[in-house]
């Protein structure tokens, strides 16, 4: 148990769609990265949010955004989606970046783009 | 560039010892990582290792770095059949915080 959840854990869209994904860190965390896991893929960086800040990103166009709030919960969202879009979200919650080592994934949210 | 190699199928007898191996090219990685997934499941963070280190120990887990040949190992003692998984190398650059992830070894335990 790693103390970082994420919500809906499966959904189903359709191509054209937008989708919210959400992400709760875990406790002390204030970091929280978004990756992309297709299948029988490794996971791909997606973007990453400090102090509700992005901080850096990866090769994702801009319909790939996200939120960091407050209290460190984080948000992905995906505009537009396209079919290649499927795949296993991962939320992982980091403290002050990588500087740690520590970082901790939730279970994932799996997206089905038809 | 970035990038993260790993063999991508191990098979090893239960008892005896699992050594999967990791090759990355990036020489300013700050930590070296290794995650287990199970069907379905997210991603569990097994070890980590900062890069100055060249052993860790945790119990049945023992990674070994060697910072000159970029090589990363993950050995895993008296394997049973629930480290049946895929095992996942990362590393962390330093430069913008992302992590690289290898596209991971299955690992299978035979009877």
């Known amino acids: 148990e790693t103390g970082v959840t994420q919500s809906p854990t499966h959904l189903i869209k359709t191509r054209g769609q937008q989708v919210t994904l959400r992400c709760s860190s875990q406790s002390g965390h204030n970091t929280v990265s978004w990756y992309q896991q297709a299948l029988g893929q490794g996971p791909q960086f997606i973007f990453q949010y400090y102090r509700e800040e992005e901080n850096g990103r990866g090769n994702f166009p801009p319909r790939f955004s996200g939120l960091q709030f407050p209290n460190y919960s984080s948000e992905l969202n995906v505009n537009a989606l396209e079919l290649d879009d499927s795949a296993l979200y991962l939320c992982a919650s980091s403290l002050k970046g990588l500087n740690t080592g520590e970082l901790f994934f939730g279970e994932g949210s799996r997206l089905t783009v038809l | 560039g970035e990038d993260v190699e790993q063999s991508l199928f191990l098979s090893v007898r239960e008892g005896d010892s699992s050594v999967i191996n990791c090759t990355y090219t990036?020489?300013?990685?700050?930590?070296l990582y290794w995650y287990k997934q199970e069907p379905g499941a997210g991603l569990q963070l097994l070890t980590y290792?900062?890069?100055?280190?060249d052993m860790k120990q945790d119990q049945r887990l023992t990674v070994l770095l060697n910072k000159k040949d970029k090589h990363l190992s993950l050995r895993i003692a008296d394997t049973q059949t629930g480290d049946s998984a895929i095992y996942f190398c990362a590393e962390a650059l330093n430069r913008d915080d992302k992590i690289i992830f290898g596209k991971g070894t299955r690992l299978h335990i035979l009877p």
């Open positions: 990036d020489s300013s990685s700050t930590y």
């Open positions: 290792i900062f890069s100055n280190m």
